[in-house]
């Protein structure tokens, strides 16, 4: 017997190992996922099938992810919607959460991270250190961020920008040995790790 869950799943992106090595884990733990590789045909697709969740990358040819987004708000469709971005410098997460998508994330999260949002968003559910990002008010984030040296603020900012330990290190001057010191003391202090989370807390704090 499978342990597949019955979850549809649309998967939109133009790089092809890319969207396919995304396909190939999603295939583990949902029994249908289809590919397209633009945003053209990503909406041929959603006009033909009916899926629960869709994963589009920001950058796609013939309409962008979020032009998709756009059209899917637009016909009333009720599906769960995924941003995935590999790009730091046209976009932000209050871009993205703006045109009304669930969740984002980066080409460069691992695969237990990856499998965890998808799985969260699709049961409609909140990942555990989400909650503690988005649960935060005013003044939990101000103490939060006060814990924080203005060195680490910096980090926090890239992280959430979506920017690796290496390009952090190239901005900041700094060894890539150091970036990863600074965000183990984040963590540590903020009681959150994932990309998301940390997007959701920078944005809170006023750091992007």
Request: glycine share 6%; with cysteine; hydrophobic share 45%.
């Amino acid at each position: 017997m499978s342990n597949q869950r019955s979850i549809r799943i649309l998967l939109a992106d133009d790089e092809a190992l890319v969207r396919q090595g995304m396909a190939a884990l999603l295939a583990t733990e949902f029994d249908k996922v289809v590919e397209a590789a633009d945003g053209e045909q990503a909406l041929s697709c959603l006009k033909q099938q009916t899926f629960d969740l869709a994963l589009l990358d920001i950058h796609l040819p013939r309409r962008t992810g979020l032009d998709v987004l756009q059209e899917i708000q637009a016909r009333g469709l009720p599906l769960k919607v995924i941003i995935l971005t590999g790009d730091t410098d046209s976009w932000s997460p209050q871009d993205i959460y703006a045109a009304g998508a669930d969740a984002f994330l980066y080409k460069t999260a691992d695969a237990e991270h990856f499998l965890e949002t998808v799985l969260a968003v699709a049961s409609d559910q909140t990942l555990p250190d989400m909650e503690l990002a988005d649960g935060a008010n005013a003044g939990s984030i101000a103490r939060l961020r006060e814990q924080l040296t203005a060195r680490e603020l910096q980090v926090v900012k890239l992280a959430a920008e979506g920017l690796a330990n290496k390009q952090m290190a190239n901005v900041l001057g700094i060894s890539d040995h150091t970036v990863r010191k600074h965000r183990e003391h984040i963590n540590r202090k903020l009681g959150f790790t994932s990309p998301t989370a940390l997007a959701a807390f920078a944005i809170k704090a006023g750091l992007i």
